[in-house]
């Protein structure tokens, strides 16, 4: 190789060397194709920290790469510092960024927040978009089902109550709830000893006089039988009760009826005399989960006192209740 040759070799790498190392970025020939674009806003610095370049891209710089290397309607109207694009104020709050070249892409800013709204593709940040008036999309099979299972999934406590009645007892009248194993039942009654319609207002109806007070226990041995005990001042008689229950069965698709079958004692006295033992069966019945009505045929004996028998007896009762 000559000399002449090698000068001209030499000159060449030079040339391709400078042309390598000051070519146009790609991004920024695609900003300066934009039509939107700022005229002030051009060189290395657009996109990157420094005017010279090669260093880390700014905040404009990082978002230019979440968009896939590529100015978007949104791009555009997120930095309005580099882009210059027709905005239409139309109510306080409201900006539209028409920052497509066709106007077919709109970016509506509301409240800090912006959308991107494709007019062709009639969507909104890439969902499509519901037909104003339109009704909306009816529930998939898929989406009912899973509502029916969540619902199926709620736990329920069967023994919160038995049918209208929430508690135990209507005044001292069984209605048949039973009690889990393992349950505790604790009831406190009251009663004012006067009666109200001879006590009068004089007396206050009956809350001058004193108070006829019992207190009563069940627990549950099994989900189906319950022993319980009772005590009470009545008359000043020391009356105590000792009762048993079985659930033989309760209102459902096997049942019309919730049935519970009751026998105990109650002596007076703390037990001394008076020894009446007795036996019940207490039926009830609700209708729409709302009204409840119940029959407790009872059957109750004085064994110390053969003149002393009580005839068998037909008690009623109903409750209606108005909550869920």
């Given amino acids: 190789m000559n000399r002449w040759s090698g000068s001209v070799l030499l000159t060449a790498l ?8 000051f070519a146009m970025p790609q991004f920024l020939q695609l900003y300066r194709s934009d039509p939107f674009r700022n005229p ?21 710089g990082q978002a230019f790469e979440r968009a896939g290397e590529q100015i978007t309607p949104m791009l555009r109207a997120q930095f309005p510092d580099r882009f210059i694009v027709p905005v239409s104020r139309q109510a306080t709050g409201l900006v539209m960024h028409f920052s497509d070249p066709g106007n077919k892409q709109v970016v509506i800013e509301s409240g800090g927040r912006m959308t991107l709204v ?3 593709r009639k969507t909104v940040d890439g969902t499509p978009a519901a037909t104003p008036g339109a009704a909306p999309p009816p529930a998939t099979a ?18 919160a109550r038995e049918g209208a009645f929430f508690g135990s007892n209507v005044v001292n009248l ?5 009690l889990r194993a393992g349950g505790v039942d604790f009831l406190v009654q009251h009663r004012f000893s006067q009666d109200i319609k001879s006590a009068g207002f004089g007396g206050l109806f009956g809350f001058d006089s004193g108070a006829t007070v019992a207190y009563s226990g069940r627990v549950g041995i099994t989900d189906r039988i ?6 009470s001042n009545y008359n000043n008689t020391k009356t105590i009760e000792l009762n048993s229950s079985f659930q033989v069965a309760r209102q459902g698709e096997t049942s019309p ?19 009446r033992p007795f036996i ?14 119940l029959a407790a045929p009872t059957f109750a004996f004085n064994t110390r006192n053969e003149d002393t028998f009580t005839p068998p007896s037909l008690i009623y009762g109903g409750e209606f209740n108005n909550t869920q």
């Fill in 280 to 293: 019940q069966g207490v039926f009830t019945r609700t209708f729409a989960d709302r009204v409840s009505l």
């Fill in 174 to 178: 069984p209605v048949g709830k039973p």
């Fill in 14 to 21: 030079f040339l391709f060397s400078n042309v390598s190392a």
């Fill in 226 to 231: 319950a022993f319980g005990i009772s005590r």
């Fill in 142 to 159: 898929a989406s009912t089902a899973a509502q029916a299972s969540e619902r199926a999934n709620i736990p329920v406590d069967g023994y």
């Fill in 257 to 275: 009826l919730t049935i519970q079958a009751r026998a105990g004692v109650e002596g007076q006295q703390n037990f001394h005399i008076m020894h």
């Fill in 118 to 120: 494709d007019l062709d």
């Fill in 40 to 60: 002030a806003q051009d060189g290395c610095i657009t996109c990157h920290m420094s005017p010279e370049g090669g260093d880390a891209r700014n905040v404009f």
